[in-house]
């Protein structure tokens, strides 16, 4: 459960973090799930979900990645392997801050 520990750390994606220790992805994504599953200890608060709206013309970004848009505009490019609760905590904290 460590190295679990060590990827939440360290803002990597799961790719990333598993290619720079020279695990298998399914590997570092099993141990992740049962940290998780496990808890630790810690209540984060629950995951709040916010109106989006699909734009019918793609912003200029790099290809493949994701674009969020909060609220007051502020834009986050994340690539489509990117640890989805890690950007829900992301957009979350941006969206507090905003306010």
């Known amino acids: 459960m460590r190295v679990a520990e060590e990827y939440e750390a360290s803002g990597l994606t799961q790719r990333e973090f598993a290619g720079r220790r020279g695990l298998r992805l399914s590997t570092l994504q099993s141990w992740v799930y049962r940290r998780r ?4 200890g810690v209540a984060e608060p629950p995951v709040r979900l916010l109106p989006v709206q699909v734009s019918s013309a793609p912003a200029a970004s790099a290809p493949g990645s994701v674009e969020v848009v909060l609220v007051g505009g502020v834009r986050v490019r994340v690539s489509p392997d990117a640890d989805v609760d890690y950007v829900a905590r992301l957009v979350a904290a941006l969206g507090r801050t905003a306010c």
Request: proline letters at 0%; zero cysteines.
């Open 37 to 40: 599953r496990q808890g630790t």
